[in-house]
């Protein structure tokens, strides 16, 4: 299974952006997919998860309320939409699909996108 992951780039304060993540290769079984980021010197984090079916949604606290995920009809596209983004946002955003263990969607996954990267200026 391959994830690619793009949309990131340089937005000012209160912008928006939406990440996209395709999947390739390989059917995976896994329930879940999400989203992660690292910000420079900091460890990777939870941002948000879905089940493939659409519901229910999970976020970090630091973001809800301004992030969505999403997922196209196809089982095979994901997205990240980011509004009032925050300097406190910058960081790689990864993508991720099928979680080790379903009663820990916030954690490891088997398969990763390779990042994309999100700059917000303040």
């Known amino acids: 299974v391959q994830l690619q992951a793009f949309g990131g780039g340089l937005v000012q304060a209160g912008g928006s952006l939406r990440l996209s993540c395709t999947t390739s290769?390989?059917?995976?079984?896994?329930?879940?997919m999400a989203w992660f980021r690292q910000a420079p010197g900091k460890e990777r984090a939870f941002v948000a998860a879905?089940?493939?079916?659409?519901?229910?949604?999970y976020y970090a606290d630091s973001v809800r309320g301004r992030f969505t995920i999403s997922r196209a009809s196809a089982k095979n596209t994901m997205y990240l939409k980011m509004n009032n983004l925050t300097p406190e946002d910058t960081a790689t955003y990864y993508c991720?699909?099928?979680?080790?263990?379903?009663?820990?969607?916030?954690?490891?996954?088997?398969?990763w996108g390779q990042g994309t990267l999100v700059t917000v200026s303040g």
């Open positions: 879905m089940r493939w079916r659409g519901s229910p949604t």
């Open positions: 991720a699909v099928d979680p080790k263990s379903d009663s820990d969607i916030r954690n490891g996954y088997n398969y």
């Open positions: 290769g390989d059917n995976f079984s896994g329930n879940y």
